[in-house]
């Protein structure tokens, strides 16, 4: 039904836009109004809710010419922006087939099928479109190459994503070095997985050139160090991974215990976290920090020190779980804690998650691209 009154809305629009049209050549002919019989079929098919018939009425009321392509332009974008957008491919597409509309005209239709085929998904279709925008050369180059950016993103062609990334810099001016050290940090990732080393390498000295500060580059750089057995460097970059953000502990926080062991240092590592309690810093941090001094130290008070100083239910479920595993209790100590354990741990989530700060989208694992709102580093740590 809400579709149904959207589109009675936009029709009440288009009826009066053919109105304003038919009053200007009454006007110069002085011939009497005359009430569009077609509009009533429209109005009538809306209201048996045969939408599809009432489109096409609609469509065919307002021929498309250089008056009112514009109206057209409208309607197909509001059929793309309510979740429409086989109706919307199909207005626009009438659009560019019309021989008579100007040049700029037919760009413009152009570029709204291009958006069409990006919202339906349907990747192939958009690319092709707006790279013939972008052989165009006129004002809508901006917007194709940022859609074009958009899919590369999507479908993870990250070669293609830094081309045009570095065009976008080149034609708007734009500051684009965080997008192409990701890119490239992607690469690296990747070949990582590949087990090509010397790739990932490659890749990842591109991303540092660009980016030098960035957090993701130095965390993939110690990563690298941590495969070859150079543990020193590994430890260096993990720290400075800390220094830069303390929410990543939990990320390194393996890696810099690992790479203190390896080093025959396994006690300078407990230290070292334990150090960072003169951090300003999240609760959540140091709950994941304390429960590995924990497994290492089997400090209780130490961990349930933290728990006073950041009280969290995440925490509780922690204590809790060491309790229940670590400690001598009875049996029906035991299962009252689980219990107990339970409800604290579905309450505080179970476990660390994160959480996108600019549109809310959840994840279980570190994103760095945003898959619902599609932004870098937006990507945050959260521990009830």
Known sequence: MFNLFIVIIVATLLFFVWQLIRLKFIKQTK???????????????????????????????????????????????????????NRAIRIHQNIIARPQLSQEQRLDALLALGHDYLNAGVLDRAERVFLDLLQAKDGHSHSALYSLLDIYQQEKSWRKAIQISKKIQDVTGKEMAKFISHHYCELSESAIEGGDITAAIRYLKSALAIQHNSIRANL???????????????????????????IFLPEVIKGI????????????????????????????????????????????KFILSQLEIYPSLFGLAKILNIVINDCNISEEQQNNLLSLGEVASKLAGASKKYFCNHCGFISKALLWYCPSCKKWDSILLSCN
């Open 220 to 246: 993939l750089d110690a990563r690298i160090f941590e495969i070859l057995g150079k543990h020193k460097k590994a430890l260096s970059r993990y720290k400075k991974v800390v220094e830069n953000d303390i």
């Open 31 to 85: 011939n009497k109004f005359k009430f569009p019989r077609d509009y009533l079929v429209g109005i009538n098919y809306l209201l048996n809710e045969q939408e599809d018939k009432a489109l096409e009425v609609f469509i065919n009321l307002l021929e498309v010419d250089q008056n009112t392509v514009e109206t057209h332009l409208a309607l197909g974008s509001l059929f793309r922006r309510k979740g429409e957008v």
């Open 257 to 300: 215990l690992n790479c203190y062991e390896q080093c025959d240092k396994k006690e300078n590592g407990i230290e070292y976290l334990r150090s960072l309690h003169s951090i300003d810093s999240k609760a959540s941090v140091f709950l994941l920090a304390t429960e590995e001094i924990y497994s290492l130290e089997h400090d209780f």
